[in-house]
């Protein structure tokens, strides 16, 4: 089981999330985001909007979901 914070992952806080894979944790993180932003949480609304586009921009949303497993993988 490895830690990252919601703030590693491109959001505002350092809510920590755990998991055992890289994209056990973007889904937690997905999670954390959309729950934040529906009880009107506005310092996560950048991030989630950011999150609902993701793959519309294939490009930059492979080098974020490559940087998250590489940096997930270097943790302890």
């Known amino acids: 089981m490895k830690t990252m914070t919601c703030r590693q992952l ?4 350092d ?5 055992e894979t890289a994209d056990e944790i973007i889904k937690a993180q997905d999670r954390h985001l959309r729950e934040a932003a529906r009880h009107g949480d506005k310092a996560h609304e950048p991030a989630h909007e950011e999150m609902k586009g993701r793959w519309k921009h294939p ?7 490559r940087g998250v497993k590489k ?5 302890a």
Request: net charge neutral.
């Open 10 to 13: 491109g959001g505002p806080c």
């Open 15 to 19: 809510l920590e999330l755990s998991a």
């Open 59 to 65: 490009m930059k949303a492979m080098g974020w979901y």
């Open 71 to 75: 940096t997930f993988a270097q943790l």
